[in-house]
Every structure is written in structure tokens, then in C-alpha cells.
């Protein structure tokens, strides 16, 4: 079975879900030391029926696994390349706390770690397209604690050599979408931080067959968009919901010409938002008159794990009529 991604507006979503209750579970009994990952793997594959079914009910194109082995974006992956130990707990923002991992010796890639659960979500997705999507090596290093290389820059450069591995991985398995997360860039705004964020993508995508796609979330992105527009991507997903869409007379300013990941869904808000109120947001963009229709995805800002299920199912349902609106519009 195939699906045809519409021309014009495509629907996507960044990548987190909600944990769905198997998954919780099977995250229970891995944190309590009561099972292995083999043991429940049935669980996590329960949940990511479950997040790809609410994907297709919503309506949306280009779906994701829901990440719903995954604890945390760099932990997960720390916890799985060689080279990394588990650090102590640190504070996000508010209440929220992660173990901030540690690089203790070099790091290598030693099996796939996201195939499975790419796997799994295409083999519900009836034909709609499932992103391999990636913390990328900036953020890694950027949230991580580095006993090992020299300084930051020979870090990420290792990492991108090894999360490399990952992407070739996904696209020998048939991605046709790959998205490297790398949130921690808007937190350092400088060119001199995009060139070390430039030179790893590049390691990450040169010659890779598929959409390549950066996502940048909060922070001061419209302070560092001058320095990343010649990345060696396809796509760049930014938020803009959040911060009532100031970033928008930045893209004009820059002549920003790629395909463009439009945040409208604020994942920090229950507060469903509503089909007409997403359509003035994508007329907020159109009317810039920058980019076309077929070069804007419609999508939330981030991810959509702390937000309640019903919650998440309804911005989405919303997003995607909305998106099929402004097909017949523009």
C-alpha cells in the first residue's frame, strides 16, 4: 500500500507522543531492573500501534513512532553508544530532571537503535511515509558531560561520525525522511557554534538519499538563522506558535528560501487550538509571500509527550483540517 503526500502543505508532527500506558509499563519495568528490552519489546510495539493509529485518525501525512522507547532525547541514545556512563540528575526547567549523561571514553556506534521502532510504526502506517528522527551530535554534547575529548568541537564531530551509522541504518531499512533534533543550537546563538553545528550535519548527510530535515526548537533561533541557511538540508522544522510567530519577519529578512517545518501547535498549552485559528496562522505566512505551498509542512512546534493523549489527538485532527483547507485556498 502507498500513500500520496499531498503537494501542498503536507502534515507532519516533529516526533514525541504521549507515552501510551504499555509503554509506560514496559519503561517501568526496564527503570526497576524486572525485564530486559527483548522481554518488553511486545509492550513498546503495543504503544506504537497506538501512536501511529491516532496519527492516521488525525489525518496526518508524514507520522513518526511517537518515540515511545524513549525516556529522554539524549539519554536514550547515551545509554546505547559505546562511550557514555550515566551521570547524576540534573534540572531542566520547573520540576522537570534528566540524568545528564557522561562521555567517559570515545564514542562508537555499535548497532542499530531506532530501526526497530521505524520498523514497527511503518508496519502500521498504511503506506504513509514514518520519519527516522535522530537527536542530533551538537545537542548530544551540548546536554551531555565530556570527560574525555579535548573540547566540544572534537566531541560532536565524533558523534556525527558515529549517529552517521544510525542514519545509513534508516535509509538501507527504506526511510525517505530523516530528522536530526538539535534543540541545544538556539540556546548558543553564534556563528562560530553554527559552523561547528554546520560541519557535523555535513558528516551526517552528505550523500544520504532521503529528505534531510533539521529541527531547531525555543530559544533564539532568529539570532542564529543567518548563519545556517546554507546547511546541507532540505528542511528546516522551526517553532513558531509559541513565540506568536516573531520569527516570521526574520525568514523575509534572510531570504529564506528552503522547505520550511511551520510550527502552529503550541505543545506547552492544552488549550486546543482551533481549525480557523490555525488557518489565519498559515495565512500569517502565505502573506509574507517567501515560500509556496508545496515548500511549507504543517506541524507542531516540538514534540508532543507532555501534553495529555486527548489533548495531542485533537491539536492534530484540527492541524490536519486546517492544512486541507489551505490546499483548496492556495
Known amino acids: 500500500m502507498t500513500y500520496e503526500v499531498p503537494r501542498k502543505f503536507p502534515t507532519t508532527v516533529v516526533g514525541s507522543y504521549p507515552k501510551l500506558p504499555p509503554a509506560k509499563e514496559a519503561l517501568r519495568r526496564l527503570r526497576k531492573g524486572l525485564a530486559s528490552e527483548e522481554e518488553v519489546r511486545p509492550l513498546f510495539e503495543e504503544a506504537i500501534k497506538g501512536v501511529v493509529e491516532d496519527q492516521l485518525w488525525a489525518g496526518i501525512d508524514i507520522i513518526s513512532d511517537g518515540e515511545q522507547t524513549r525516556e529522554d532525547m539524549v539519554v536514550y541514545f547515551a545509554e546505547r553508544v559505546k562511550g557514555y556512563m550515566p551521570g547524576e540528575w540534573v534540572k531542566i526547567f520547573d520540576n522537570v530532571y534528566f540524568r545528564k549523561p557522561i562521555i567517559y ?55 556525527a561520525r558515529e549517529i552517521r551509522k544510525e542514519i545509513e541504518a534508516l535509509v538501507e531499512a527504506g526511510a525517505k525522511y530523516i530528522q536530526v533534533d538539535e534543540p541545544a543550537l538556539s540556546t548558543r546563538p553564534w556563528r562560530e557554534e553554527a559552523e561547528i553545528a554546520g560541519e557535523a550535519l555535513k558528516i551526517l548527510f552528505n550523500g544520504i538519499e532521503a529528505k534531510k530535515i533539521v529541527h531547531i526548537c525555543f530559544g533564539r533561533v532568529e539570532e542564529i538563522l543567518p548563519y545556517i541557511l546554507d546547511y546541507p538540508v532540505d528542511q528546516f522544522d522551526l517553532e513558531f506558535k509559541n513565540s506568536n510567530f516573531r520569527l516570521l519577519p526574520y525568514l523575509k529578512e534572510y531570504g529564506y528560501n528552503k522547505e520550511l517545518g511551520y510550527g502552529v501547535i503550541d505543545v506547552h498549552n492544552t488549550q486546543v487550538e482551533s481549525v480557523e485559528e490555525i488557518l489565519r496562522d498559515i495565512e500569517r505566512l502565505m502573506n509574507l509571500g517567501i515560500l509556496p505551498p508545496e515548500k511549507v509542512y504543517v506541524d507542531p512546534d516540538c514534540g508532543l509527550k507532555r501534553l495529555p493523549r486527548d489533548v495531542a489527538r485533537m491539536k492534530l485532527r484540527n492541524m490536519a483540517e486546517a492544512a486541507r483547507i489551505a490546499r483548496e485556498q492556495w
Open 105 to 159: 571514553d570515545r564514542v562508537e556506534w555499535t548497532r542499530p537503535l531506532t530501526v526497530q521502532d521505524w520498523l514497527t510504526a511503518t508496519r502500521y502506517s498504511k503506506g504513509r511515509p514514518v520519519k527516522g528522527i535522530l537527536t542530533g551530535p551538537y545537542t548530544m554534547v551540548e546536554w551531555s558531560f565530556d570527560l574525555y575529548y579535548k573540547d566540544r568541537y572534537e566531541a560532536i564531530i565524533a558523534l
